[in-house]
T-cell receptor
Framework: DAKTTQPPSMDCAEGRAANLPCNHS???????VYWYRQIHSQGPQYIIHGLKNNETNEMASLIITEDRKSSTLILPHATLRDTAVYYC??????????FGQGTRLTINP | NAGVTQTPKFQVLKTGQSMTLQCAQD?????MSWYRQDPGMGLRLIHYSVGAGITDQGEVPNGYNVSRSTTEDFPLRLLSAAPSQTSVYFC?????????????FGSGTRLTVV
């Protein structure tokens, strides 16, 4: 599975859009991009996933570049409860996800 | 609908002891996985299963056994606990088949081996 690169930490003001980047330059054609988050020491929470089209759900939007070498997770109106570690994962097999270090997102009041 | 239930929530073991971490899901999910998370680190996949009777190794399988006799349950066995196995263990489940779906995680078991 392709390796991902994320910034170790980011800050965002409450109420603003939080844009979390992920680089996956070695992604192959059958690999999906998944995003999860982990709030404090809780179990990770699934956010969204996509193959090549942009995706949106009630939590977030996922923007994947045309060459699929990078993606951005967008939290449109960040709240304090969105403070968490966000993991970008690339995998061709839904049953075998490998987590990296993620991005620690801090939402500031 | 309880989701993914892990028991116990906390456990202290002595080196060399064995124990089983329990994981049950009530969503009729085919896929189930076990992860461990050491302090300040990301999650590492221990074992996973794509259905009853089918299991496979993840990144860090040594020292752990699994079996999947039913769709609902996926226990993780520590054969002879070592201090290096002190960690938080998460179980997760997902729909299977050809599609890609998100995993639902349990709340974790915090294990200390002394």
């Amino acid at each position: 599975d392709a390796k991902t690169t994320q910034p170790p930490s980011m800050d965002c003001a409450e109420g603003r859009a939080a844009n979390l980047p992920c680089n996956h330059s070695t992604i192959s054609g059958n690999e999906y991009v998944y995003w999860y988050r982990q709030i404090h020491s809780q179990g990770p929470q699934y956010i969204i996933h996509g193959l090549k089209n942009n995706e949106t759900n009630e939590m977030a939007s996922l923007i994947i570049t045309e060459d699929r070498k990078s993606s951005t997770l967008i939290l449109p109106h960040a709240t304090l409860r969105d403070t968490a570690v966000y993991y970008c994962i690339v995998s061709s097999r839904a049953q075998k996800l490998v987590f990296g270090q993620g991005t620690r997102l801090t939402i500031n009041p | 609908n309880a989701g993914v239930t892990q028991t116990p929530k906390f456990q202290v073991l002595k080196t060399g002891q064995s124990m089983t971490l329990q994981c049950a899901q009530d969503m009729n999910h085919e896929y189930m996985s076990w992860y461990r998370q050491d302090p300040g680190m990301g999650l590492r996949l221990i074992h996973y299963s794509v259905g009853a009777g089918i299991t496979d190794q993840g990144e860090v399988p040594n020292g752990y056994n699994v079996s999947r006799s039913t769709t609902e349950d996926f226990p993780l066995r520590l054969l002879s606990a070592a201090p290096s196995q002190t960690s938080v263990y998460f179980c997760a489940s997902s729909r299977g088949g050809e599609g890609h779906y998100g995993y639902t995680f349990g709340s974790g078991t915090r294990l200390t081996v002394v």
